[in-house]
């Protein structure tokens, strides 16, 4: 499977801490996204990082990318209990942009 | 622009039924991919559809199946529905490299 794998499954912190997760993948990569998903709903995309790229910023999100170790990681800075989802890191396995990867995902609880 | 979305929103089945959903994408959008959910799988591509063709399948049963419209609409069909098959089934589309996902159709088979 190409599946990739996150780390950790669950995450619990409080209001205003940062909140950092990881995701691994297994085959070479075109792009990098992190998304968001809330209570089994939709998934909402938050950024996409290339492979030439190696850190990223959107807002409070900062993304690293590290393909020499099929790495990535995703930094919540000053959380809010709004955050509190489940975090997917998904890669396009070079197949093509369409056809997305997922990690298993980072179930966050930020607690105000 | 309004955001993709997916009909119905929640759906109950028994073994054996077949059932067909429904995507509309995001206006000029022509790629629509769909995905399973489960909380044993996790999220899998099932297939892509871009100018009404298949251009990409996961590794599904042929009991999923699927179709676009001219307008881009896109639905999936799963025949002889199976206990399994309960999931949350969502769609996508994209421009360029980035996947717009709707909210999902639950579906439930009894």
């Known amino acids: 499977s190409q599946q990739g794998e996150e780390d950790p499954q669950a995450l619990s912190i409080q209001e205003g801490e940062n909140a950092t997760m990881n995701c691994s993948y297994k085959t070479s990569i075109n792009n990098l996204q992190w998304y968001r998903q809330n209570s089994g709903r939709g998934l909402v995309h938050l950024i996409l990082i290339r492979s030439n790229e190696r850190e990223k910023h959107s807002g409070r999100l900062r993304v690293t990318l590290d393909t020499s170790k099929k790495s990535s990681s995703l930094l919540i800075t000053a959380s809010r209990a709004a955050d509190t989802a489940s975090y997917f890191c998904?890669?396009?396995?070079?197949?093509?942009?369409?056809?997305?990867?997922f990690g298993t995902g980072t179930r966050l609880t930020v607690i105000p | 622009k309004a955001g993709v979305t997916q009909t119905p929103r929640y759906l109950i089945k028994t073994r054996g039924q077949q059932v067909t959903l429904s995507c509309s994408p995001i206006s000029g959008h022509r790629s629509v991919s769909w995905y399973q959910q489960t909380p044993g799988q996790g999220l899998q591509f099932l297939f892509e559809y871009f100018s009404e063709t298949q251009r990409n399948k996961g590794n599904f049963p042929g009991r999923f199946s699927g179709r676009q419209f001219s307008n881009s609409r896109s639905e999936m069909n799963v025949s002889t529905l199976e206990l399994g098959d309960s999931a949350l089934y969502l769609c996508a589309s994209s421009v360029e490299d980035t996947q717009y996902f709707g909210p999902g159709t639950r579906l439930t088979v009894l």
């Open positions: 998904a890669t396009d396995g070079q197949t093509g942009a369409n056809n997305l990867f």
